[in-house]
């Protein structure tokens, strides 16, 4: 018998792997109930907005260089890190995170038990002369070898054979999600890029609302969400609801709500792109603010203006010129709750990324999927 569920209200996960693992062979998963938070704002989008303010001066600058925080990933890492690959391509690791109190508690992300969470991972891959980019979604229920790492504090903690891949975050905070990436890809991460989802809210208010059509009616009570099939501008509620929800879509799986995020993304960075914000001074100045208080940064990006450097180069790519994938995975027959990364086909997406090549059809085809692909379009 498959492992029995527990309640879910959609919003925030629990990073557990204890407990026995049982062959459920030939049953589609039925995920285990967490909480869960919401979608990340990806690099270029959350970087494009502060653009906009790095041309101000004097307390405006300040001002959005002080929201800025920031981590030292090469210090904590050291020299135990793939070759960097000089090829004129670049990759950022972007996560999603939430500590479960002050303003995210309010927002629903669950009881303050003083750990922080990141439950949405993405690799962002942009290609030489920064006009195409890749994004390889990481999904938190992956089985990994977590490698041992040192948190923020300077703790070390020992490899975790077997483990939730967003236990890496929680365990040591950011330096640990970046080499635990980097151990399964081998691939460098030139950049890091974290989240908060307790300012993404503010932010798709601030653009104005984000528009998508969906295909299907979405009805998740517990995300807060209900949709009928059509066209929506979604204000900052709606956006959080969206994704986050999973059991109104697909199977109800955390994979199908990956689909729904990669969705969402795209109608963002088309909303940026269209939003004709510079007629606004005010509406500037405010997405700036809000921009630069979400984002936790590398310390190469830790400022306005190399953020603003960083950005402007990102500014060619649209939604078209985004190809969005899955990491392939296949779901574990000894627990319906968890994936098993598909080393063959994954090795594929690899290589691509190191080679500057595009991610090739082959390496996706077949993979495990949550079953929403069409539900949501830009």
Not at 179 to 206: A, N, P
Not at 281 to 307: C, E, F, Q, R
Request: glycine letters at 10%.
């Amino acid at each position: 018998m498959p492992p029995e569920s527990t309640p879910d209200d959609g919003i925030a996960d629990e990073a557990t792997t204890t407990g026995p693992r049982h062959r459920v062979p030939g049953r589609p998963p039925a995920t285990r109930g967490r909480r869960r938070k919401a979608l990340l704002v990806t690099a270029w989008t959350a970087a494009g907005i502060v653009v906009l303010g790095g041309t101000g001066v004097g307390y405006l600058y300040f001002k959005l260089n002080g929201n800025l925080k920031s981590v030292d990933i090469n210090q904590a890492l050291g020299t135990d890190r793939p070759t960097k690959v000089d090829n004129g391509s670049e990759n950022v690791l972007v996560l999603g995170s939430d500590t479960r109190s002050g303003s995210n508690r309010k927002l629903g992300g669950g009881t303050d038990d003083g750990t922080g969470r990141s439950d949405t991972a993405m690799i962002v891959h942009l290609y030489k002369g920064h006009q195409r980019a890749s994004v390889v979604s990481i999904p938190r229920d992956t089985l990994v070898d977590r490698p041992e790492c040192t948190d923020n504090k300077g703790v070390a903690h020992s490899p975790a054979p077997h483990s939730m891949f967003n236990e890496a975050y929680s365990t040591g905070g950011a330096a640990c999600a970046v080499k635990t990436v980097e151990s399964i890809t081998g691939v460098r991460m030139d950049h890091y890029i974290e989240v908060d989802f307790s300012g993404f809210q503010k932010l798709v208010d601030d653009l104005g609302g984000v528009k998508v059509t969906t295909t299907k009616d979405i009805d998740d009570s517990r995300s807060h969400l209900d949709l009928q099939a059509g066209t929506h501008t979604l204000d900052g509620q709606q956006a959080l609801g969206l994704v986050r929800t999973r059991h109104g879509v697909g199977d109800g799986s955390d994979l199908g709500r990956i689909q729904l995020q990669q969705a969402f993304i795209k109608a963002l960075v088309n909303q940026v792109k269209n939003i004709g914000i510079l007629t606004s001074p005010t509406k500037l100045v405010d997405l700036a603010d809000t921009a630069t208080k979400t984002v936790t940064t590398d310390s190469d990006l830790a400022s306005v203006k190399n953020l603003a450097s960083f950005a402007e180069g990102l500014k060619g790519i649209s939604p078209s010129h985004m190809t969005m994938v899955t990491m392939p995975v296949e779901y574990d027959p000894y627990d319906p709750n968890r994936v098993l990364l598909e080393k063959t086909k994954a090795q594929l997406v690899w290589d691509a990324l190191k080679n500057d090549k595009p991610i090739p059809a082959s390496a996706t085809k077949g993979s495990a999927t949550g079953g929403a692909t069409g539900v949501v379009s830009s």
